[in-house]
């Protein structure tokens, strides 16, 4: 299992299906591949430790790497993240 340190850099809403979304975060540094799942760790605020499942990631057209999540982490956030672990 890969772990590494980076930070939301872009976040943007991928879809919007039977009132579940769907989000696309970018992250200035990332060890996930096209295809790969796992999750994105954060520490909120208050505290409270905040796992977010990757589902999938993507690259577009200009070569960012996208991880689609269903719960956006706001930019400027300082995240862990793991690839292969389910959080799913």
Known sequence: ?????????????????????????????TEFAVGDRGVIEAIARSGARLEV????????????????????LAAGTAVMGRVGESGV
């Open 53 to 72: 499942p990757v589902l999938d990631v993507e690259v577009d057209d200009a070569g960012e790497v996208w991880h689609l999540v269903e719960k956006p």
């Open 1 to 29: 299992m890969n772990e590494f340190a980076a930070v939301v850099m872009d976040i943007r809403e991928q879809s919007r299906l039977a009132g579940r979304q769907r989000w696309q975060m970018a992250l200035d540094r």
